[in-house]
């Protein structure tokens, strides 16, 4: 099975102006089977969320035949849209821990989250745990997302026992934002998925990853670009890559460790005073 995994550095784009001009290098290796090598290089400005980047990252893999079955990323891909749009369109499961639900009844985990109600599609309809059913249902656009909001009858008209486990609005109002139902399925079984031992030990191929950077950062000083632009940046990200994976080729054809352990300054001080 073809692994993905997106590896990303901050890169200033020049020697003198690194406070104006900067670039985010993200590097994509497949983990298919060892020597595990870079494959795509993506070159953009540093406030490009990682969220906006990724479909152009598949789309390169898959114009040349890469795409993989897998693609371990960190939790600032993590979108409802990217998860399941990723499968929709690229046949691609993204391993990322998405965020939890940052609403007061989830935290304090006494309360009735997002998660805790029922929702009928079809119907158009939400049941609370406490078995009331909404009064409306009302398609909306926030920031350019689709979604559904959900109002519950105001409390004072249904006096309910479980009112200080549901809401504080003044309006005694319980509202739901839903994405759409393929993914506010998908969302909340990613977040129960994440919870589980088995998504844990899969997740964990992602630790691969830190080294890679720290070896890209080590050999090739990645951090700091030597020209400034785009065009010339991605160049130099594209010189590096090509220089890992020869790297990691060599290790691999002569059955040697990809790296040496590294000795802390303590480790050596010790060693020098025994000596």
């Known amino acids: 099975m073809a692994q993905g995994e997106d590896l990303s550095a901050l890169v200033p784009a020049g020697h003198r102006q690194q406070a104006k001009h900067r670039e985010r290098v993200r590097y994509t ?3 298919q089977s060892h020597p595990n090598l870079i494959t795509n290089i993506a070159t953009t400005h540093s406030t490009l969320p990682d969220s906006k980047a990724l479909d152009a990252v598949h789309h390169a893999l898959q114009q040349r035949g890469l795409l993989p079955d897998e693609h371990y990323l960190d939790s600032g891909y993590a979108t409802a849209e990217l998860i399941h749009g990723s499968v929709k369109t690229y046949g691609i499961a993204l391993i990322t821990p998405v965020l939890l639900d940052t609403s007061r009844q989830a935290k304090a985990q006494a309360g009735f989250a997002a998660t ?6 079809e119907a158009k309809k939400a049941t609370c745990p406490a ?3 909404s009064a409306t249902w009302n398609p909306v656009v926030s920031e350019g997302i689709p979604k559904t909001v959900v109002s519950f009858a105001a409390l004072d008209r249904i006096p309910c026992p479980f009112k200080p486990q549901c809401t504080t609005a003044k309006k005694n109002r319980r509202q739901l934002s839903l ?11 990613t977040r129960t998925w994440q ?3 088995d998504w844990n030990t899969d ?23 030597r020209y400034r632009g785009l065009t010339k940046t ?3 990200h594209i010189y590096s ?4 994976n020869l790297i990691r080729l060599n290790a691999w054809w002569n059955d040697r460790p990809l790296d040496r352990t590294r000795t802390s300054h303590l480790t050596r001080l010790e060693h020098t005073l025994t000596a």
Do not use: N, P
Not at 116 to 121: E, H, L, N, V
Not at 179 to 189: A, C, G, K, Y
């Open 234 to 236: 991605h160049l130099e």
């Open 203 to 225: 997740y964990a191929l992602r630790a691969g990853i830190e080294g890679t950077i720290r070896q890209a950062t080590a050999v090739t000083g990645t951090r700091r670009a």
């Open 241 to 244: 890559a090509v220089a890992l």
């Open 29 to 31: 290796q497949v983990s």
């Open 116 to 121: 805790d109600f029922t929702i009928d599609w």
């Open 195 to 197: 919870k589980t031992e």
């Open 131 to 133: 078995g009331h059913t």
């Open 179 to 189: 994405h759409s139902r393929q993914m506010t399925e998908t969302l909340r079984h």
